[in-house]
């Protein structure tokens, strides 16, 4: 049984923005810092962003930060990657994945339960 749920992949043209969303039944889910990685075609699987308990509780890989606003609403126990002026570099497969503590961690060991990914696609 899934625990952690992506949506809002889909295509979309070079520039444009796409928000992903991030979601568990487990009610405990918002207790728990929150991670995106992705996997492009024919590349090992990177982290992009994490969000701890709060707000300002954020990492970000390099290629994203300033691009990619990762934030939560945990009375909705939703996690959201807002992904913005996108190249077609950034088509991937992207995950969700629930930290194993509240922390905002790049580490995918940090991560225990992961969802099974949302196609983003770029196009040129």
């Known amino acids: 049984q899934e625990q952690v749920i992506e949506s809002g992949g889909g295509v979309v043209q070079a520039g444009g923005s796409l928000r992903l969303s991030c979601t568990s039944p487990?009610?405990?889910?918002?207790?728990?810092?929150v991670g995106w990685f992705r996997r492009g075609p024919g590349k090992e699987r990177t982290f992009v962003a994490a969000?701890?308990?709060?707000?300002?509780?954020?990492t970000y890989a390099d290629d994203v930060k300033g691009r990619f606003p990762i934030s939560r609403d945990n009375a909705r126990n939703e996690v959201y990657l807002q992904m913005n002026n996108l190249p077609p570099a950034d088509t991937a497969v992207y995950y969700c994945?629930?930290?194993?503590?509240?922390?905002?961690?790049?580490?995918?060991?940090?991560?225990?339960?992961w969802g099974q990914g949302t196609q983003v696609t770029v196009s040129s």
């Open positions: 994945a629930r930290g194993r503590g509240p922390f905002d961690s790049p580490r995918p060991q940090d991560y225990s339960k």
């Open positions: 487990e009610r405990t889910f918002s207790s728990y810092g």
């Open positions: 969000i701890g308990l709060v707000v300002k509780q954020t």
